[in-house]
């Protein structure tokens, strides 16, 4: 790995970095990254992992991280074909922060269900 | 803070931690956490800084996070009145995650255009 350098402003709305965020905050994108964390899984796995997404959002999600580089698909000439994902390298990179916000997000979320709890009583 | 533990799954569409997930993973969420991460802004100044966002788009964004604790709403009565968002406690401690994503975002941008453009090559 190279050393960490900032080279762009995810603020600036031309700068490449922004269209990362970008597609981080897609519906579908964080889970999906999560749900492959442990290795490859095959696209019906995949989809009952996730729980609530159609086929087609998911293979929309998959296909736009494939393009960025971040997931691999690999075709196995079976009958009936096999189809599995996987992070590539860089997407294994990116577990780091991910993985961060999945860990925050599983030891906070108390703290949101009562902030929740606690604004709808005001309104 | 309290020693990390997980509470919860993000898989599990019924674990609160997939709420926290999925409001991550909405349109202008992280953009709008990077953008408080210095300190208190003005409304006005949050737009200029997310650029593209329309102010009803925002104004639902900030009310999310409002809503999740995570954002603080301040109004000084003044003419005209200032509104000011800051991040909660909650909120601050979620940067250390948020922050590692906008940092690796910055840093490993280039790798994703390079391969968005040797997919678009190929097809």
């Given at each position: 790995?190279?050393?960490?350098?900032?080279?762009?402003?995810?603020?600036?709305p031309?700068?490449?970095?922004?269209?990362?965020?970008?597609?981080?905050?897609?519906?579908?994108?964080?889970?999906?990254?999560?749900?492959?964390?442990?290795?490859?899984?095959?696209?019906?796995?995949?989809?009952?992992?996730i729980?609530?997404?159609?086929?087609k959002?998911?293979?929309?999600?998959?296909r736009g991280?494939?393009?960025?580089?971040?997931?691999?698909?690999?075709?196995?000439?079976?009958?009936?074909?096999?189809?599995?994902?996987q992070?590539?390298?860089l997407?294994?990179?990116?577990?780091g922060?991910?993985?961060?916000?999945?860990?925050?997000?599983?030891?906070?979320s108390?703290?949101?269900?009562?902030?929740?709890?606690?604004?709808?009583?005001?309104?």
């Amino acid at each position: 790995m190279e050393s960490i350098e900032a080279t762009g402003d995810v603020l600036k709305p031309n700068c490449p970095s922004r269209m990362v965020v970008e597609r981080l905050g897609e519906r579908w994108t964080l889970l999906v990254l999560i749900a492959l964390r442990r290795g490859p899984v095959r696209f019906t796995a995949l989809r009952e992992m996730i729980g609530v997404v159609t086929p087609k959002v998911l293979t929309q999600t998959l296909r736009g991280l494939e393009h960025d580089g971040l997931v691999l698909r690999t075709v196995y000439p079976e009958i009936p074909p096999r189809v599995e994902y996987q992070l590539t390298g860089l997407g294994i990179s990116l577990m780091g922060p991910v993985d961060a916000l999945r860990q925050w997000s599983e030891t906070n979320s108390r703290h949101i269900v009562a902030a929740r709890e606690a604004a709808d009583r005001q309104s």
